[in-house]
């Protein structure tokens, strides 16, 4: 059913109904589903160090613990992105979230680092699923774009409050045991459960896996994580080094080949005749690799160079996970009036700025200079993701959102893996801590400055 308003006197135009209540259980499972995936993300930084002291491990250890889950979310999601689409958003999303729970348990209950890591690892293979199906859910919830947009801007929420919240949460929860920033999750998870049983099937189609792709993809970004990694503590040139890049790059050139040549390519290379599309990719991977990376970093550092605690550390986030969350409610409306071009720009510069000042702050500052300096990164968010994933979405076929969404975050988390495992690289190198830590926030800036300049070719929205 479709209402109607005027437009010009004499005419009339069809104007789509409210969302219905099973689009809006779909649109709040989504939201539930993006907040425990980003918690996951966030949390366990400020949590490092007691994790560290309780169960072993050095930097290497630490950042295995981080990028198990950002590896397999990256490894899995352009086959999650598929299976979305083959056996329906909605079961994707709960078959996601049970497995995403269990693994939760098993790292609150792990016993060393070495268990806490595999479960991480799982729990990453889950959030693959999840993430591609809840935003496929939005997709077929609502099929009319400007509701579409606002839908995405409100399921942005769901990341924003976890970022938000994410870093005092975890140093609170952390003041009692780091064990509890993952039973946390549980709650979350049994409501999203709830709600998937009040949303319609969703649309599928059979679409044949791609195992060649995904075995070599799974291979490609392994063994480049874990060059990268090993790079801080033996050196570019050590042997397992040079190995792991040397199988990195014929992995990838035979991932390329498979998507080139296969029936059923789990990332269909003529998505990226859409200029929409390759824009979107670069965006998602530099914009992660300063939001995700700057937290690794800048956590470990008030922690073990200026002596803060846990809780003490996540206050220092507040400001810029705050700001986020703020204005990611108003980010589909600004880009009606601003368009995403322009906010998208905007975005990567601030964010360009704000690394670029902090990577050149003295090592006396206060805390709260840093605090305040965060804050541009965190006006970013708002300003370029939500506008960008509702553009990304615009820009196919409803049958490939699903496809699209898995290739779109898929960029995103391979950003913040190799965020992690270079920057971690750069921390542990013999040139010391504050060194490394320079170093990683300048090549962020880098990164989303050529961002915010290929931001600049997405086409310019006309304005409402």
């Known amino acids: 059913m479709h209402r ?56 290497t250890g630490l950042q295995w613990v981080v990028d198990g889950y950002t590896l397999m979310f990256a490894a899995l999601l352009l086959s999650a992105g598929s299976l979305a689409d083959r ?89 009692l045991s780091w064990r509890w920033i993952f039973f946390i999750n549980l709650p979350a998870a049994a409501a999203a459960l709830l709600l998937l049983a009040r949303t319609p099937r969703s649309p599928h189609r059979r679409v044949p896996l791609d195992w060649t792709g995904q075995a070599t993809a799974v291979v490609a970004m392994g063994a480049l994580a874990y060059g990268a990694i090993e790079t801080g503590t033996a050196g570019l040139t050590a042997p397992r080094v040079i190995t792991a890049f040397a199988v990195a790059a014929a992995a990838l050139a035979a991932f390329v080949a498979a998507q080139a ?3 059923h390519p789990m990332m269909p290379l003529d998505l990226f005749r859409s200029r929409t599309v390759s824009v979107a990719v670069v965006i998602g991977f530099a914009f992660i690799v300063g939001y995700y990376g700057l937290p690794f970093v800048i956590s470990l550092y008030l922690q073990q160079e200026r002596g803060l605690s846990a809780l003490t550390t996540g206050a220092a986030f507040l400001p810029m996970m705050l700001i986020g969350a703020a204005l990611t409610p108003f980010s589909a409306r600004l880009a009606e009036r601003a368009g995403t071009r322009t906010l998208a720009v905007g975005g ?38 939500p506008p960008v994933t509702a553009v990304l979405l615009n820009a196919v076929p409803a049958h490939r959102a699903g496809v699209a969404s898995g290739v779109f975050n898929t960029s995103r988390q391979v950003g913040g893996a190799l965020a992690v495992a270079v920057f971690g690289a750069l921390l542990a190198q013999p040139a010391g801590f504050q060194t490394g830590m320079r170093e990683s926030l300048l090549i962020a800036a880098v990164i989303a400055l050529a961002a915010a300049a290929a931001s600049s070719r997405l086409a310019p929205a006309k304005r409402l």
Do not use: K
């Open 4 to 59: 109607t308003a005027l437009t010009r006197p004499g005419t009339e135009a069809a104007v789509p109904a409210r969302p219905s209540g099973a689009a809006r259980a779909a649109l709040a499972a989504a939201v539930l589903g993006f907040f425990v995936i980003t918690f996951d993300a966030v949390v366990v930084n400020v949590a490092l160090p007691s994790i560290r002291r309780d169960v072993g491990g050095g930097i």
């Open 348 to 385: 990567l510069a601030l964010m360009t700025t704000g690394l670029l000042l902090l990577a050149l702050l003295p090592a006396s500052v206060p805390v709260w200079a840093i605090a305040a300096l965060m804050v541009l990164v965190g006006l970013a968010g708002p300003l370029v993701m």
């Open 87 to 175: 056996i329906g958003a909605r079961r994707a999303l709960a078959a996601g979230m049970t497995v995403f729970t269990a693994a939760s348990i098993a790292c609150g209950l792990a016993p060393s680092l070495g268990t806490l890591v595999a479960a991480r690892f799982a729990q990453g293979a889950a959030a693959a699923v999840m993430m591609p199906a809840s935003m496929a859910l939005i997709g077929h919830a609502y099929p009319d774009p400007r509701h579409r947009a606002r839908a995405v801007a409100i399921w942005a929420m769901g990341g924003a409050v976890a970022s938000s919240s994410g870093p005092v949460l975890g140093g609170l929860l952390t003041q």
């Open 261 to 263: 040549r296969g029936r």
